[in-house]
Structure formats: C-alpha cells, structure tokens
C-alpha cells in the first residue's frame, strides 16, 4: 500500500514539474522592460544613456488592427536628447525605436547603435520563469527524495 502511495506520490509530483516547464513565461513588467532597455543601450556602448526608471504602458500599432502590440515605452536620456525604445510586454522584444532629434533633422545614434539597440533581445520574464523552475524541480526531487527512503526505511523493518 504505502508503495502505491509512494508511486501515486511521484506521479502527481512530477507531473506538477512537468506542468510548470510547460508554462509559457508570463508577460515582462514595468521594472523588467527597464531593466531590457538598459541592457539594450549597454550593449550598444551607450553606458552614459540614462534610461528612465518608469515605463509607461501603451499600444503600437504596426498597420492594422489585428497588428497592434501592447507596449512597454522607455526613453533614455543621452547628452544630445532623448531615445525612446518600445518594448513588447509579451516578451521584452523592441517594436519601436525613435532617436531623433528634438526638431527631427538628425539621429541621435549611429547606425550600428541603432541596429544594436533594434537587435537587442532579452526576455527578462523568462529568466523569472526559469528561477520558479528550477525551484520547483528541486523541491519535486526533494519530495520524491524522502519518499523513497520512507518507502524503502518501511520495507527494511519488516
């Protein structure tokens, strides 16, 4: 009986782990769309880029209705103005990214800038996701751990 139970016990556990793996990662949060666009403008060289710790929800609409991606907006500040990156809040993605001047005669970035901005993708959700996982994995092995030795601690005294 209580091998029945170890099993039903292992099954449900694993399952559960399984379950978990499966989950698609949750959308990115305010703080994390932050966090990716900092990374964004670093690995383009801009260090001194000064991103604002708040961003703002929004909409982009790439052409259509059916086209239209929820947004996280970001704008960091650098010395000659400021550059706004638009991140997807499905998965950290850049939709949008505005470096013009102020009167919109000039760049503000270089084209490699802008294409390593652009190219920039970093999903901070998974990560979050990944840590939960991994969290639960271990407990899973933990819990079938001690069943096991209770299991087989049983059966050595009888």
Do not use: C
Request: aromatic fraction near 6%.
């Amino acid at each position: 009986m209580r091998r029945a139970a170890a099993l039903l016990l292992g099954l449900v556990v694993i399952a559960l782990t399984a379950a978990a793996w499966l989950q698609e990662p949750s959308r990115i949060t305010a703080g994390e769309a932050v966090r990716a666009a900092t990374g964004a403008f670093e690995a383009a060289g801009l260090q001194d880029a000064s991103v604002a710790l708040r961003a703002v929800p929004g909409t982009y609409d790439a052409g259509g209705e059916s086209d239209t991606v929820k947004v996280w907006k970001t704008t960091a500040m650098l010395d000659e103005g400021n550059v706004e990156l638009w991140l997807s809040r499905e998965d950290g993605e850049p939709v949008y990214l505005d470096d013009r001047t102020p009167d919109g005669a000039a760049q503000l970035l270089t084209d490699a800038q802008f294409r390593e901005i652009g190219d920039h993708f970093e999903n901070p959700a998974l990560g979050r996701q990944l840590r939960r996982n991994l969290l639960a994995t271990l407990a899973a092995a933990l819990i079938l751990g001690v069943s096991v030795l209770l299991g087989v601690d049983r059966e050595a005294r009888r």
